[in-house]
């Protein structure tokens, strides 16, 4: 199981599980691939304010984690 909190920062999720970075850049992510921007942007950027900002459906972002076998935290509860 790799739960991820989406309360956590792009940056964090990353540095815990890598290949977040190309689940997400696959979905319209594209800036997360520079280690410079995940250590800057995505410290502030959560994957919903991400989804947001981008226009893209956080229950697509969602269901691509889950079938890469993610468990998806909100404050610490499972959605």
Do not use: H, W
Request: with cysteine.
């Amino acid at each position: 199981m790799k739960p991820i909190d989406l309360n956590q920062s792009i940056y964090e999720l990353t540095e815990k599980y890598p290949e977040i970075v190309g689940i997400i850049k696959n979905l319209g992510f594209k800036d997360i691939v520079s280690p410079t921007g995940r250590k800057t942007a995505g410290r502030s950027m959560t994957i919903p304010k991400g989804c947001e900002m981008k226009g893209i459906p956080i229950d697509m972002v969602l269901e691509a984690l889950v079938a890469e076998g993610f468990v998806i935290l909100k404050q610490g509860e499972q959605i």
